[in-house]
């Protein structure tokens, strides 16, 4: 889909204030993620070990915060907890201009970790109720496409603030994030509140989630896909810089090349999918994400700097290809396969595993690094594998999946008070 597609199609003209909010939360985001390590070590004392300790603290302590936001949006709606995601994000961010010590550093960023999870939990509630069945790919695709060329152009702004190094610029970069957040707020104000009609069938709470055996196995795919995604920025840029030896710009052409596939191609490939089974797009998915690192594992082994060079963007390209193909489906079957009365809890349990990977896959992914090529990328695909055969078994087990993309899906859903689906 090309920008002026974006602009105008039927899809978004009723919407364009919540596709903005994605878009000013994605380039709040996309500036300080790549520099937050650098942020605090230019503006504090602290080492970089204590930096560290206090930020992965604040992630484990932010876990249970999407669960217990799930029944928050099944009983108020997605719209305020999302708003309230996005204000205790700016508090975090505001916060991190006068944190000095590793608590208050620990306190901040807990505050951030939370908002986002909650706010990725409850934020499939809202695209599930303004999106028509058989529509949901394309939305969560373009989603996903705005997102990434959101962090793109976040990247470049921070890029910029780096370059002039001054305690001043830093000091920018978090302002306009905690400035993003509170644009953010104020655009979801317009969107409708996502929420079950009284009467609907909400009995069970948690243990009915828990019990949901299909469900756990979409979760439990999620967790395979989200280890896969977590790869681009923990393990490739530094395979390719420290293990290959290959020049510094490679790992920025690796970013650079997925942000442009994905941001650009997620539209293309969602529509070329229509009528395709999903599970076995799924699977496909895996499949190219597997392709990939084996072809990581492959420029280990040649010699000639140019052609290790063509292989890592390469394996990048077929990487990639395989969270285009794999992004928009999962959370459309994840959505599609709770009950509207529920969906809050349901999508918070799916949130969790993408939670959970961002806290495991740092270290694990680290320590096979440290044992060798073949240890990493012969482990991923093995993940892949698994999430492949995953896909297989909700193929057969969970309806959602078994759903043609763009086709509509087999039960009906509750639309928020006042809103119509687009």
Not at 206 to 212: A, F, N
Not at 221 to 248: E, K, R, W
Not at 274 to 295: D, M, N, P, Q, T
């Amino acid at each position: 889909m090309t920008t002026s597609d974006r602009a105008t199609h039927p899809l978004i003209a009723p919407h364009r204030r919540f596709v903005a909010a994605i878009v000013i939360d994605s380039i709040g985001t996309g500036v300080f993620v790549p520099v937050s390590m650098l942020y605090f070590l230019a503006t504090t004392s602290l080492t970089l070990v204590q930096v560290g300790a206090a930020l992965t603290t604040a992630g484990l302590l932010a876990l249970p915060a999407g669960p217990l936001a799930g029944g928050l949006v099944d009983r108020y709606g997605a719209k305020p907890v999302l708003q309230a995601a996005n204000l205790a994000q700016a508090l975090g961010f505001a916060g991190y201009l006068v944190a000095g010590q590793t608590w208050q550093i620990s306190l901040c960023a807990w505050l951030n970790s939370a908002g986002r999870a909650v706010f990725f939990g409850c934020y499939g509630v809202t695209v599930t109720a303004l999106a028509a069945p058989g529509r949901r790919e394309r939305w969560f695709g373009l989603l996903g496409s705005v997102r990434n060329l959101g962090y793109a152009l976040g990247g470049l702004l921070s890029a910029v603030a780096v370059t002039i190094g001054t305690h001043g610029g830093y000091a920018a970069i978090v302002v306009v994030n905690a400035l993003s957040y509170i644009a953010a707020f104020a655009l979801l104000q317009a969107v409708p509140n996502a929420r079950p009609k009284p009467g609907q069938d909400a009995d069970g709470g948690w243990p009915r989630v828990l019990r949901d055996r299909r469900y756990l196995s979409l979760v439990a795919h999620q967790l395979c896909f989200a280890i896969s995604l977590f790869a681009l920025n923990i393990a490739i840029p530094v395979y390719t810089v420290d293990v290959l030896g290959l020049p510094g710009w490679t790992a920025g052409a690796v970013f650079t090349l997925n942000t442009l596939m994905v941001g650009f191609g997620q539209g293309i490939v969602v529509r070329w999918l229509s009528g395709r089974i999903r599970s076995r797009v799924l699977a496909a998915g895996h499949a190219c994400f597997a392709a990939g690192y084996l072809l990581f594992l492959a420029a280990d082994r040649l010699a000639a700097l140019a052609l290790a060079i063509a292989v890592v963007l390469l394996g990048t390209g077929s990487y990639t290809f395989g969270e285009i193909l794999g992004g928009p489906v999962t959370s459309t079957v994840a959505a599609e396969s709770a009950p509207d009365a529920l969906r809050g809890r349901y999508l918070a349990l799916n949130q969790l595993a993408v939670t959970v990977a961002g806290a495991v896959t740092p270290v694990a992914l680290s320590g096979l690094l440290s044992t060798g090529a073949a240890a990493i990328w012969l482990t991923l695909v093995g993940v892949s594998i698994l999430g492949a055969m995953l896909a297989t078994a909700i193929g057969r087990a969970v309806p959602a999946a078994q759903n043609r993309i763009g086709g509509v899906e087999s039960s009906p859903r509750q639309l928020p008070e006042g809103s119509s689906p687009t």
